[in-house]
């Protein structure tokens, strides 16, 4: 509605000033006075987005070619400067169809307003000021249109980049779930094959060692040294099956560490900083060996205090995954920016010789609205784990 009382004073100065030189007398200034007031009604009609009864905008067009038919000269200016006003609502506030259209009808009812006065006669100067005007609606109209493209295409761009944001976060969401699903399957495996395992060894271990008890009086020494060498056996071997269930989860638990220190360094530096953290996680079911899951450590936090440092993000996205061929990538992005090219300090250097000395390669990513270290660190086979 801003806009609409902006036209209307716009008019309403339009005609005070015109009425300075009209010198109208009725019933021709009751013409004038009636299609102002049409003119200043009108964008009220068409309501807040212009967009109900959107060709009324011919109304428009027809009244400000009224005024200038009403007018006592031949071409008068500061009425066809009202097409101006038609021209910037026909490309801002229609839609694209419509507002060309508009614009085309709009000019050429102003060259019309010329053509009207050259039926009394050819007149070289008229001509080119008709030829100018022409030009001169044209070019602005289509700067209009481009300028409402322009527009209409970031706000589209924006509105996909919001949709394209929440679902990053619920996938994240998603993500986050799947981890602690995950991790509470393997727990619960975990606490499984103890019972199992451990369970039953242990309760014969007992049940072993209370009939030795009962016995151990009653029977010669010999039979009780041998049934304490057999309470020695069996608990060898509820310690080997211990090691075999544990040995079994190592690198689930190893893998369960990692994500647990990273997430509770993390939750400490957004603390401090004020940076939000987002990481994502999916490393569970892969074999790490302690010296890569060191260095992905030491090199997240290293990026996260750079990032504090050196730049004004608000927000550190780290990602932390597997791919196919055995290779835990690391992408660690914040919303700082840097300046280009890029000089490579001290933590640079730092990631750079960590992951090279794991064989892995580092990519540095600058631009004006982020930073990005981007790592592939091979993960050793299966077979090269030692237990």
Request: proline share 2%; charged share 20%.
């Amino acid at each position: 509605m801003k806009i609409n009382h902006i036209r209307t004073l716009i008019v309403f100065l339009t005609m005070w000033v015109s009425f300075q030189f009209e010198t109208a007398s009725a019933p021709r200034l009751y013409y004038l006075i009636g299609l102002f007031a049409l003119l200043m009604v009108l964008p009220y009609v068409r309501g807040k987005h212009h967009e109900r009864l959107g060709w009324t905008l011919l109304l428009d067009i027809a009244v400000v070619y009224g005024l200038n038919v009403l007018s006592r000269f031949n071409i008068n200016y500061l009425y066809l400067s009202l097409f101006l006003w038609i021209l910037i609502e026909a490309a801002l506030w229609h839609p694209f169809v419509r507002g060309i259209t508009l614009s085309v009808m709009a000019i050429a009812t102003a060259l019309m307003c010329f053509a009207n006065t050259l039926a009394f006669g050819i007149n070289y100067q008229l001509i080119s000021q008709m030829i100018f005007s022409g030009l001169f609606y044209a070019l602005l109209s289509g700067t209009l249109f481009l300028y409402a493209s322009y527009t209409r295409q970031k706000s589209q761009t924006d509105h996909l980049n919001a949709l394209l944001t929440a679902r990053n976060e619920a996938l994240e969401s998603a993500n986050f779930e799947i981890e602690n699903l995950t991790r509470l399957k393997e727990r619960t495996e975990i606490a499984r094959n103890l019972h199992d395992t451990l369970g039953h060894e242990l309760t014969g271990h007992i049940m072993s060692l209370e009939m030795l008890k009962l016995t151990a009086k009653a029977q010669p020494l010999d039979k009780t040294m041998e049934g304490i060498q057999n309470a020695i056996n069996q608990s060898r071997e509820i310690l080997r099956a211990m090691r075999d269930v544990v040995g079994a989860h190592k690198e689930m638990l190893k893998l369960d560490a990692l994500h647990e220190s990273l997430r509770n360094k993390l939750d400490q530096y957004q603390s401090q900083t004020g940076i939000t953290i987002h990481l994502s996680y999916g490393l569970y079911d892969e074999r790490l060996e302690d010296e890569v899951a060191d260095a992905l450590y030491k090199i997240v936090i290293e990026s996260a205090t750079n990032t504090a440092k050196h730049s004004k993000a608000k927000n550190l996205w780290v990602s932390i995954q597997a791919l196919d061929e055995g290779v835990a990538l690391l992408k660690i992005v914040d919303d700082g920016g840097c300046m280009s090219p890029l000089v490579k300090g001290n933590g640079l250097r730092f990631i750079e010789t960590r992951i090279q000395r794991l064989s892995g390669d580092v990519t540095f990513e600058c631009g004006e609205s982020r930073f990005a270290v981007v790592a592939s660190i091979p993960m050793k086979p299966k077979e090269a784990i030692h237990d």
